[in-house]
T-cell receptor
Framework: AQSVAQPEDQVNVAEGNPLTVKCTYS??????LFWYVQYPNRGLQFLLK??????LVKGSYGFEAEFNKSQTSFHLKKPSALVSDSALYFC????????????FGAGTQVVVTP | DGGITQSPKYLFRKEGQNVTLSCEQN?????MYWYRQDPGQGLRLIYY???????QKGDIAEGYSVSREKKESFPLTVTSAQKNPTAFYLC????????????????FGSGTRLTVV
């Protein structure tokens, strides 16, 4: 079985400050990991993914994520948050040895204040 | 441009009516998915399909039905048996994701907001 946890329902950060959204996972094999962002009344947009290789993955809109196998984590980060980063963020996982249905976390609401 | 189109964007249903939500993709993806999202909540899988003429129930299939007669299309019917259908519905697609293949994740449509009146 595979699962993903986003321990924070909401993250509040001031504009210009670093932003971190946490994600931990549990899988029986090697993971593929994803981050998506959702703006109000819109579908999910792909931000970045980890498949293999470098543990630090860079994605869209200045976001990056670090894969940590020992801590089974894949936290999303941005060095300097913008008000426009306010949205709902989802982490997702699947394993390399199973058919590709993704398991999504519950989502973390990010609120960036001016 | 390739992508997924969901229609309509807003849909209103009377009590006891069936309604069908459309999802069409021109990405040549084999797999398609339907999710339900309630306000401030995560995604719950309703149905998914790996190939044409085949589909499987997800976590909350009761009160819903689907068909997959064409690779490009995966319509969702919300039946009168679904007691609380008011929600945001998302369709997604992906390339074959068989074991050992690289995973390219999902492409999502822009969603349909269904309201019971």
């Amino acid at each position: 079985a595979q699962s993903v946890a986003q321990p924070e329902d909401q993250v509040n950060v001031a504009e210009g400050n670093p932003l971190t959204v946490k994600c931990t996972y549990s899988v029986s094999g090697n993971p593929y990991l994803f981050w998506y962002v959702q703006y109000p009344n819109r579908g999910l947009q792909f931000l970045l993914k980890y498949i293999t290789g470098d543990n630090l993955v860079k994605g869209s809109y200045g976001f990056e994520a670090e894969f940590n196998k020992s801590q089974t984590s894949f936290h999303l980060k941005k060095p300097s948050a913008l008000v426009s980063d306010s949205a709902l963020y989802f982490c997702a996982v699947r394993t390399t040895d199973s058919w590709g249905k993704l398991q999504f976390g519950a989502g973390t609401q990010v609120v960036v204040t001016p | 441009d390739g992508g997924i189109t969901q229609s309509p964007k807003y849909l209103f249903r009377k009590e006891g009516q069936n309604v069908t939500l459309s999802c069409e993709q021109n990405l040549n993806h084999d797999a398609m998915y339907w999710y339900r999202q309630d306000p401030g909540q995560g995604l719950r899988l309703i149905y998914y399909s790996q190939i044409v003429n085949d589909f499987q129930k997800g976590d909350i299939a009761e009160g819903y039905s689907v068909s997959r007669e064409k690779k490009e299309s995966f319509p969702l019917t919300v039946t009168s048996a679904q007691k609380n259908p008011t929600a945001f519905y998302l369709c997604a697609s992906s390339i074959d994701n068989y074991p050992g293949q690289p995973n390219y994740g999902y492409t999502f449509g822009s969603g349909t907001r269904l309201t019971v009146v």
